[in-house]
Structures are given as structure tokens and as C-alpha cells.
């Protein structure tokens, strides 16, 4: 691990429904978590008039942010980057509650303009997904921000007063029944008009559309719900047009009481969720695409990556899938020399291996970040250590990689040692062949690890060569690699038996003869 | 975390049966835990003969230990215990065989006698469990260790051949079938005889029974299949005499294929557990009692505790309950300062509300240990960190509690935050009230763990009071502690009004007023 002492950085994003705290953790451009957060619902549109803000809403925000301010001088954090957007953006009193909130509470609230909330929330998108061309849509409180993507740079961005809790204030009279059908339509029609203003939508029709916000995520939390998702994050999770659909109907025809039992609805946005869900709907259409990918990172994360990696010419990794992967490997403290060389093994098997197996760079990729992450659950306990592996990426997801790869690679640790692979949770996510895939790189990282039990990096090199009947692997090792052998016989080669269908032996280029290592004192206490 | 560097002990224990290697990372008397494992299945006694080791054995023997000390050099251990058992310790070779180790391998084997390696034993498990008084038997490959326990000490042990391996290689012709009639009762009239020789054994009938070694590990691991035990550790476990009797009849009809598949039966011991069975159930019968606690902790285990508890006079550990809750937060790098004041906390609540909730030391203990850990699952993400606290104590168990403890203090971390106390998962384990408890000791964890929001000892201490309609908790504090009202207020109240049934009222001493801190530089960058 590195030994830079972590800095933290407090975001506060102060949107106009709710105000959220995150502290990050963070050894800028080498590692990143998430180490605390608190949350309050401040609704602070609510009540607004032309002369802005109302004092029952300032009096809410006052003592919600005098909280956050004191959390983080409490809580030790060394950097607070507190943004506010549309609803003090649009307030007459805006500049004026922004000010009085810096006098007496000491917290600098930055009024992002439209473009600027809509640039962060790209930035956030970018650097946790590989999206290089697309569409981002934000749907907050008070605005809902649209974003083009070009080359993976935020390329222009609108914000438009179609956040969830603006529209409800507008068109929705009495918030404890359904929806009426001339409600619904006055929604309807006020989305489109909003949407005719921002005229570069027709120059990105079928595009990826990545999605944002507590709306969306609440969104999508359903529809995990629906169809028992086996992954613990929402991150990278694909909502498709007709769960928007069915979200719709479910949601228009029920009272509020009914909305907040909706399996996976968050209580606190059952009142305001439906003319967000609107908002997804229209643009889908408009753009005529038919899925969503969803991003936990938004604004709030956009603001902090613009810290990490502030020493780049612009703060967006190039690679997300690469660094998610070093990114979860350095906070769970990996054993770098040996996570290297397993991944150096495996890939050396692999490549020699092509003619057999078929596969290329996108399952090269898959066991790479296996091989660099097969030991993290040893932070959990040895003992079921593979097990602990599966679960953490589980827990973490892999931002970057499809809800189908993390899997593959939850699975892959989960198998690096023992076990026969078994892809059962997974059925809803894995194509047909996946299984085949499963094996064959378990059994190439099975084969890489057990080279390199001794954890050492004794084993430079594996040569493959094969018959139609049996598959030979030798160790080019600096001594006999006599722990290698034995363990990588026991351990590794049932497995590889099985995805190659041959015979499996294991030799080395040294021969046995005896052993050169001293004896040396083995009660020597210091 | 302690600064000083963990020193790494590999601990090898050469039995009759299994070769095994431990490396146990520690800071001598701050903390310890396993961190890797290789077993090996030698069989050294098979063959033995009055000349002594067989041939084939001692060759099995050699490769296997040049292997466990190479794998010892390239993984870089600092220092190698290495002991020998019955096998070695009654062949006619064995002194000149551990030469041989010596002298080729640079490895000293130290071979324990009978009661040396019954004391071992002893210290493994008086080191994992709160044992006073009682017996314990350790059962090998080639010989039994029956010891006494006296005031947390080891009184006297004595060897026997009783081992699962040697009683097997004595008496049962063929491995493969079932035993018959006639070999049952010569294994049964042999264990009688041999126990005979254990005068002490009439001196402590009806004493508590600790069991070892991988015979009895195995039995009690068929037993948690059977009752889908809850906890992922064996530490601790109570085996009846009932599931002996039950196993018993079970392995002696069954021909080895069939044993191999009993759910929880390891495939290599599947030939040799029913004499070890045989024994168990003997020495129950002989000594009067209905149960068996089991300890995962023994030999390897003793010869490590005496390295990491060299600076007492004996290397054991007066407390193992307090220890091991320590121990685990050690090793999960726990919060200290915040940890131990949510226990400062939630202590001074518990015994201010001793009249209406009427527990005592005991309900403390578990509220104490859970205080310590409630936060140990944030090493894994603070999303959900609560139920990670739950799985990290499921995954090690807490040595010296009992499951249904273990099960409490889970479930104590599980709720600390949110959730309404669920415990279905336990159903087997709890007692009646159990559900009151947990509901009472989590509405005070929360209470503590609100009032230490800000992770800066900010509330002093909390005083509490009560009529028959409201509990008034009072917190004192240096200035107005405006975090730790608003979360305990929202967060712990409901969940403390269910658990007392009043109204809940939360206050300072400090008066409201304006806060004192000053405005500081907020994007500081250093």
C-alpha cells in the first residue's frame, strides 16, 4: 500500500430536495472509498415564490448545513467542497442565503450554473464507466441536466427545471392520490416543451444514454427488485424502456400509501418519483433508445474526481476498467508482488493457449483482474478466503465492467483454489458459454496460483505444449520449484483435466537433485 | 493499530496421520491470526513395525517436510516450530529419523512426549476457551491425550494409543466395509482397557469435556449438517452424546463409499473416524457426561500460545472472552478511540436503565463486546458496514462465547444503526427472551453509537431518567452537541421507545445558542 496518508474530502451537495454529505477517503490519482455520509431531506424548493427561497425552507437549510459543518470539523475531514444547484440557482434570495450561510456558518456554498451541474455529473459518470460517446441524463430536485459526450469529454450540457420535486410543486395537486389523467398529461406536455429547447437532441439519436440522480437509482432499485438481481450495486445495472413503462403504470394508478410499499422504493421519494419517471420516459423516446445505464456517480463524485485527478490535463481516467480494478485491489491492502505474478502466469498460460480455448482479449481481461483481486477476502480471514474474495466484489461491483463480467470475475476468485465452478447465481446475467468460459479460466488461474504458492515469484515461466491427448505444463523456475509442483499437481490439475479435456503434466526445467537452500536456525526469536 | 511489525510463526505439527503447517502473523500479546495453512496426509505410522518407521512412511515423510520447510523459506517466515507426535515418539527410529530431518532437511522436529503433547493440547484450548475445571481429550492419528484442567491450568495428561489412525491399522481388516460385529467390540474392549489405565478418570466424573483433534472436529461438523448450525466456526460448538450414539450407528453399518458421503464427512478421514468415534463415546460414558465442547484451538495451537504469551508467567490467558473481542478488533484495524467511547456510552446507559430493563453483568458483557466491534465491518465498505460487522463475526466466532452469544453480539453490531432486530436466523440457538434482550441491548448501542455521530467524544456522558409515560436521556457535553441530538433523534428513538414503551425525550445540559466554532479556510488543500 502506498504510504501516503490518506486525505479527506467532505462533498456536500446541497440539490433541492435533498442535501447529501460524502466523505471520501482518498490518496489522489492512487486510491479512493467511500468512508461516511449523511443525508437530510431539506426540500428546499418547497414553498418558493418570485421572491425566492422561503424562510420555513432557509430555517431547514440553516440547521441541516450548521449539522454538516459541524460533522466535518468533528469528524476531522481536511477538505469540504459544498456546491448548491437550481433551487438557489433560481432563487431571487439565492446570492443572498449564500452568503449569510458563508458570515455565519463558515461554509462556502458554490452556485453551480446549469452547464457547470451538468459538467460534474458527467465527470462523475466518466470516470466510474467506460462511455466514450453518449447522452447523460441527471434528474435532481429542482433541474434535470442533459449532457453530450464526446471521446469520452463532456461536450455540452442543459439544465432544464425538470427535476423531480419541481414538477410535482407544478402539476401535482394532491400528492396522497394517484395521479390524475389531466395532471398526467400537463407533466407530459411541459417535459416536451422543455425537451424542444435543447435542439442537439436530434443530433444524438440511438445513442448510450447513461442515467443519474435519486430518481433513476430509485428506478432501477425497483426493477432489481423485480427480477432478483444478484449483485449487491446498482452501478453499470442496465434499466430497460419497458421497466420505465410498466414503473409508469404501476405508479400512476396507486395512492402514495400504496407507491411507498412498492418493493425497493425509498418512502421519502414515493410522493415525487413519478414525473421524474416521466422525464426518463419522454427523453428515452426522444432519442429512441431502449436501455439506460445506470451511474451511482453523479455531481457529487464528479466534484470530488476533479480533486483526484487534478494533475491530469482533464480529470478523467482513460481506462476505468483497469483502475476500478487496482482501485478496490489497493483499499483492501493486496499482496502486489504476488497478485502480479499470478496475473503474469495466468496471462502467460492463457496466450499459449489460445489454439485451444479461442478466446481473446475481452476474456484476457476478465482474468487479469481475477488474477489481481483472486486473494482480496484474505482481509476477511484465511480460512474460506475465496469465498470472502467473491463477496467483496460483490459488495463492491467493478465500475467499468457489465453486471455479466463482474460476475465472471466475482466467480473466478470465488474458484482460484478449490471448488467445482458452479455459475447457478448468475443464471439471469450469463450467456450461453459463459459456463465454459467460467471453467477454463478458473482452471488457467487455478494452474497460475498454485505456481506461485510459495509466493515468491519462483517460478519465472510456464511453457504449454499439447497433443490430442494430453496437455503439458513446464515450470521454468531458478531452483526446483518443488512446492509448486506438488501443490499445483493436487490442487490445480483435476480442473484443468476437465477444461482441456487432456491429460494434464506438470514438470520443470530444473531437476529435482537435493535442495540448495542453508539450513538455518529455525527458534531464533528476533 | 499497533505500529510493531507482526511476526510470522509457522507451526508444524508432524501426527501420525496429517502433516500440518500454520502460519499465524502476530504482535506478541496484541494480536494473532491465521494466516495460511498446508496439510499434508502421510500416514507415518502406517507400516510401523517394531523396527520402526516403515520405509515408504519416512520417505512420504521427508518429501512432505523439504516441501513445508521450503514453503517456509520462500514465504518468508521468521520463526518455525516444528514438533513430532506419537508416531515418531514411540518408533524404535524415531530419535534417529529427526537426525535425518536435521541434517538434510534444516529442520528441527521436537518430539513431544505423552504429556507434553497432552499439555499442548491443553494450552491450545485454555487460550480459546474460558475453561476452569474439567477434561480434555485430544484425539490424533496414532495416540489419545487425556488431560485435566484445574484452576484454568493444566493438572496432569497422559498419552494413550487410542488414536483414530492406530486403533484402525490395529483392528479393522478391511477398510472398505463395514466394521463387523467382532471388530467392534475388540476396538471397544481395547479403548476400555487403555482408560483403565487412567486412574484420575473416577476423580472427575460430571466435568466439563473439551474435545479436539480432527476426529472430533469431523464429528461435530456432521452434527452442525444435521441441525444447519448457524455460525461458519466449529470453536465453541456443544456436541451431545446424543449425536455420538446417533453417528455411531450410523458409521457401523455403512461400507466406506457410503461413509464418504455423509454430508459433512472430510473424504480422507471417512476410513479411520469410527474408532475415534468409539473413543469419544467411551469416555463420555466413563465420565458421566451428556456433552462435548468443542475446540478448534490445540496442539499447534498451545505450542503457538506459548511464544505469544512468553512474558507471563503462564503462557495463558486470564480472560478469554475479553481477549478474543479485542483480538478481532485489532486484527479489523478498529476505531479505537470511537469504538471505546460508544462502549463508554452504552455502559452508563445500560446501568442507569438496570430497574426497568433488570439484566445484569452478563447482558453487559455482549453489549460491551458489541460496542467494540460494531463498526469492524466498514473495512469491507461503509455501505451496509453493519451487516458486515455481522458476517466478519459469523466468519471467526468470538473464542470463549457461546454460540448463542456469538449469535447476540452479531446481531448487536447487525442493528446498530438501523433495521428493526430480527432473529429468525438464530431461531435454534436463542433462548426465550432472547428477542427482548436483542431488541433492549440494540436500542442502546444505537442510543450510544447517535451520540457519538461526530467520532469526537463530544457527549461526556449521558443521564437518564424516567416516569411511567417518557425516559428523558440527557446528554452532557462540552458545548452543544447539535449533531448527536439531530441523529439520535431521528435514528435511535423509535427503536428505544419500542424497547422501554415510553415516550423518548433527548436533551443537553448545554444550552442551544450559537456555535462556537470558527470558520476555517474550506478548500485548504493541505
Known amino acids: ?23 471520501m477517503s482518498a490518496i489522489p490519482g492512487y486510491s479512493y472509498r467511500l468512508e461516511d ?44 467542497l459544498a456546491t448548491a444547484t437550481s433551487a438557489v440557482r433560481e432563487a431571487a434570495n439565492g446570492e443572498e442565503f449564500v452568503g449569510r450561510i458563508e458570515r455565519e456558518i463558515g461554509l462556502k456554498l458554490q452556485i453551480l450554473e446549469g452547464e457547470s451541474e451538468a459538467y460534474y455529473g458527467v465527470l ?28 469520452r469529454r463532456f461536450k455540452r450540457g442543459q439544465a432544464l427545471t425538470l427535476g423531480a420535486l419541481a414538477l410535482t410543486e407544478r402539476f401535482i395537486k394532491n400528492r396522497d392520490k394517484a ?8 407533466v407530459r406536455a411541459e417535459i416536451a416543451r422543455q425537451l424542444d429547447t435543447v435542439p442537439w437532441l436530434n443530433d444524438i439519436k440511438n445513442t448510450t444514454l447513461v442515467g443519474m440522480g435519486g430518481t433513476i437509482r430509485n428506478l432501477a432499485t ?38 411507498e410499499k412498492i418493493p425497493g422504493m425509498r418512502p421519502d421519494r414515493a410522493d415525487i418519483i413519478l414525473p421524474g419517471t416521466l422525464v426518463v420516459q419522454a427523453l428515452m423516446e426522444r432519442l429512441d433508445v431502449g436501455e439506460m445505464h445506470i451511474s451511482s456517480s453523479g455531481l457529487r463524485e464528479g466534484v470530488f474526481f476533479e480533486q483526484f485527478w487534478q494533475h491530469l490535463d482533464d480529470p478523467i481516467i482513460p481506462d476505468v476498467r483497469r483502475f476500478s480494478v487496482l482501485n478496490i485491489a489497493r483499499n483492501y491492502n493486496y499482496q502486489k508482488p504476488h497478485a502480479k ?25 476478465l482474468l487479469d483482474a481475477a488474477a489481481l483481486m483472486h486473494d482480496l477476502g484474505t482481509i476477511i480471514s484465511y480460512n474460506d478466503h ?110 484443468v483435466e476437465e477444461a482441456f479435456k487432456r491429460r494434464v503434466i506438470i514438470d520443470s526445467l530444473a531437476p529435482p537433485g537435493e535442495l540448495s537452500e542453508q539450513p538455518k536456525e529455525e527458534d531464533d526469536e528476533e
Open 386 to 495: 475465496h469465498k470472502h474474495s467473491q463477496t467483496l466484489i460483490e459488495n463492491n461491483g467493478l465500475p467499468g465492467y457489465t453486471a455479466r463480467e463482474v460476475g465472471l470475475v466475482a466467480l473466478l476468485t470465488r474458484y482460484h483454489r478449490k471448488g467445482q465452478p458452479d455459475c447457478a447465481a448468475y443464471k439471469t446475467l450469463f450467456k450461453g458459454g459463459d459456463e465454459k468460459l467460467l471453467i477454463c479460466l478458473a482452471a488457467i488461474l487455478r494452474l497460475a496460483e498454485f505456481m506461485e504458492r510459495g509466493r515468491n515469484a519462483a517460478v519465472d515461466d510456464v511453457s504449454v505444449t499439447w497433443t490430442d491427448a494430453q496437455l503439458r505444463l513446464t515450470l521454468i523456475a531458478d531452483e526446483y520449484p518443488a512446492v509448486e509442483l506438488w501443490e499445483t499437481e493436487r490442487h490445480a490439475v483435476p480442473l
Open 124 to 151: 462523475g459518470a466518466l470516470n466510474e464507466m467506460p462511455l466514450s460517446v453518449g447522452a447523460v441524463l441527471d434528474i435532481g430536485g429542482g433541474s434535470a441536466q442533459i449532457s453530450q459526450v464526446e471521446q
Open 37 to 80: 455520509e449523511i443525508r437530510e431531506v431539506v426540500r428546499l424548493r418547497q414553498g418558493m415564490t418570485e421572491k425566492g427561497l422561503s424562510d420555513e425552507a432557509m430555517a431547514r437549510a440553516f440547521s441541516t448545513l450548521r449539522l454538516f459543518k459541524r460533522f466535518c470539523d468533528s469528524t476531522g475531514v481536511d477538505t469540504v
Open 179 to 186: 395521479i390524475t389523467a389531466t395532471e398526467l398529461k400537463a
Open 341 to 365: 505474478h499470478v496475473r503474469y502466469l495466468a496471462g502467460r498460460i492463457f496466450e499459449q493457449l489460445v489454439p485451444l480455448h479461442g478466446y481473446g482479449l475481452p476474456e484476457r481481461e
Open 222 to 259: 425497483i426493477e432489481c427488485k423485480r427480477q432478483k438481481y444478484p449483485l449487491d450495486t446498482l452501478h453499470g445495472f442496465v434499466l430497460k424502456r419497458t421497466s420505465v413503462d410498466k414503473s409508469i403504470e404501476q405508479l400512476r394508478q396507486l395512492p402514495l400509501a400504496k407507491r
Open 1 to 23: 500500500m502506498s504510504n501516503l496518508k490518506p486525505h479527506r474530502f467532505a462533498i456536500i451537495d446541497f440539490g433541492s430536495n435533498t442535501v447529501r454529505l460524502v466523505v
